[in-house]
């Protein structure tokens, strides 16, 4: 089978490095598997060559393999970077990584560092477009606690898969990992590469398989795990006929001309799309095949042609266009996307909870329902759309298609349909070129009883994801030692919004009233509230992001003083500035002494108001 590492090279491969194991060693079939599959080429020393198995992997070391394994090409930019020269040898492999969405760009890269287990874990999870959020398959590790918050997702997601095991019952996230060890871990998630054009009637038995290579055919071929078409297939084609898949198909290569899924007996159950922003992808179902769950979750735009049962737009700032496509379920939970539907395209029901989304039906296309649940969203086109219901968050909903009703909930704001103002509670009916509309206005009657208060209260505050002591009411036990910006997060539960625009806040203050850090937005619509509310645990180091991404930040919303957190707030350094106010935390924590406790206030104010304050205690 091409790809797969042949018994009779073992003694080559044993020639090839002078530390080579010994072929009964624990890692030497992994070792020969990345060399075989060209994801290791070793070290070049005093005349002699080396693979340096016991090595810690750098960061760079671990972006080169994954670039290999994917068969990566294009590189981004490394404007900004600080820590990468361009002479350096992994320049573009680090470009190539930034641009796979395997590392995240920063001033600070560092290349030479040795990666710890969960850095390793994130950026293969990251490959492997694998995330979630219950964090209950690592409970089986009784150093759980030491999982940074911001890996939790991704290395649940990868213990859930069966990728990650640990040994003794830990996981040892923290530590190092050797080439051997990340070697084995490569082996364990991949099966077969298959560099070679050319169509295939047979691939491994068991285990996930990546094809690296534009023009590859599967031909009635089972693949007992992943299907990944590869970052290297790039603009090709990968055809797919008549194969059976039981994990999933992940496209991360393949451009217009496309990936294929054809004959009668194909079974793949599951597609993630996810190239990078270097191209568009077409996904083209032939007659007779029918994808059920089809996730978009990548940079690229996308073409859909032929029949699916679910399409989940995931990713924001991204165009999906169904092209003479049957759908019979299409949700939209990324934001400032845009979905056509174009052809003899249908769609039984679009449902959109991303913000600012919009939704084009062009001529001939048509959708039985539409349900808007995010503020800004669009309906438009000259196609058919039946009805759109505008439910709670839905404010400032457009509606223009042709002959649509259009329902309003009670508790939504700004709706126009056909141009004209649709109230909250009523209904409209869109003339025959959506230019125009026939609105109802709701029923009045008795009754009354007002609107409840708005409420705020803590779910839980954590540290690494591990439920922190509590002393009396709203007091938090902390090991100052170990709790930092960035593993330290809260959880708020917020209830009894209404439609209006929000101020939202966070302080941390000391027991003089001193402030030490702050960070405010403004401009924060109902569903920005509601989207707080099932945000989950965010990280104290976060709450700037999280601010910048939900509202409008004026110039002097983040305030502190790196240098004594003490002091007033008068002379404070001023400005948007997310670095400085997450240095801010980190001096907070930093300088805490033994009992010493900070008040935290969360406070919103505008269309309601609530404000709740708790206390964070440095242990004795």
Known sequence: IPGVFAQDAETDVQAMFEDMPEANYWSYASLSAAVENGLLNGFDLDGAHYIKPEAALTRAQMATIVNRAFGAKVAATLAGVADVPSYAWYANEMAKAIHMGTFMRDTKMRPDDSITRQEAFVVLARAFVLKQNDTAPLNVFSDKAQIASWALPELSAMKAAGYIQGSGGMLHPLDTITRAEFATVMDNMVKQYIDVAGTYTEVVAEGNVIVRV?????????????????????????????????????????????????????DVRNIVISRSSDGRVRILTEEGVVLAEAEVAGDSDVILEGTFGSVTVVSDNVTVTALDATITDMSVPGEDSVVILSGTTTVENVAISGTQSELIVQEDASVDTVEISAPSVTVSGTGTVENVEVQAGGDEASITTPNTVTTVSSDVEGVTAGGEDVPAGGTATNNSTGTDATVTEPSTGGGGGGTPAMAISIEEVAVSGVEISRTGTGVYIIDGTTATKDNTSIDVA?????????????????LHGQTVAHAETTGLKQAYINA??????????????????????????????PSDPSADVDGKVTGNDETAFRSAIENAFALMDDGEVYIVTIAFSGAASASLPFQIQKDF
């Open 494 to 510: 917020i209830t009894n919004t209404r439609a209006g625009l929000y101020n939202a806040s966070l302080t941390i203050e000391n």
């Open 532 to 561: 707080l509310d099932v945000f989950g645990a965010v990280t104290f180091g976060d709450i700037a992001g999280m601010f910048d991404k939900l509202g409008t930040v004026s110039p002097d919303s983040y305030y502190l003083d």
């Open 214 to 266: 534009p023009g590859v055919t599967l031909d009635g071929v089972d693949v007992d795990g992943d299907l990944v078409i590869g970052d290297g297939v790039g603009d090709g084609n990968a055809y797919l006929n008549n194969i059976a898949v039981s994990g999933r198909a992940l496209i991360r290569g393949g451009g217009e001309n496309s990936v294929v899924f054809s004959g009668s007996a194909t």
